[in-house]
């Protein structure tokens, strides 16, 4: 398996090296906004341990991932008045993997409503902020 790349950029998100629409943080995960989103309101949530993905996170990490994907997820579809979740993970680049710090993508769902396509458009910031802090309101 290949190793984990601190050069990821998810890796410089965490160092406060690039910047990100923060909705949420504590002393496991921190989650943000996707700058190119599949939904309205579309949030990722990282653990701050290093883990490339499913594969070779520490079973105790991937714990403190998941009860903090949960919370987020609440928050989520609070914050979107959202109906419904899709919570997607993917590893590997054949897994639909693109970057390397494993992640789960949180995505509001409505009746009707159609995901755009993955790394699709850039949203543009404004969005971002507005849902973020509608987001951050609903914890
Ligand atoms: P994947 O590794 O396939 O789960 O996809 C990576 C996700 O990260 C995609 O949905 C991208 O839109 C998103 N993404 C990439 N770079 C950034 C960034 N700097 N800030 C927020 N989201 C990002």
């Known amino acids: 398996m290949t190793a984990y790349d601190d050069n990821n950029i998810f ?29 309205d309101g579309h949030v990722l949530v990282i653990p ?23 919370k987020v997820a609440k928050a989520v579809k609070a914050g979107m008045k959202a109906e419904g979740l899709t919570i997607q993970q993917f590893s590997e680049q054949a897994g639909g993997q693109i970057v390397f710090h494993i992640h789960f993508h949180i995505l509001p769902r409505w009746d009707g409503v159609a995901l755009r396509p993955h790394t699709g458009a850039m949203a543009p910031a404004d969005d971002l902020k507005t849902f973020a802090a509608q987001i951050r309101a609903a914890f």
Request: aromatic share 4%; hydrophobic share 45%; proline share 6%.
């Open 48 to 70: 701050k341990a290093k883990a490339r993905n499913i594969l070779d996170i520490a079973p105790d990490d991937l714990k403190n991932l998941i009860a903090g994907a949960q």
């Open 11 to 39: 890796a410089k998100i965490l160092r406060g090296e690039l910047p990100c629409e923060k909705v949420y943080e504590d002393d496991h995960v921190l989650a943000f906004m996707d700058i190119m989103p599949r939904a």
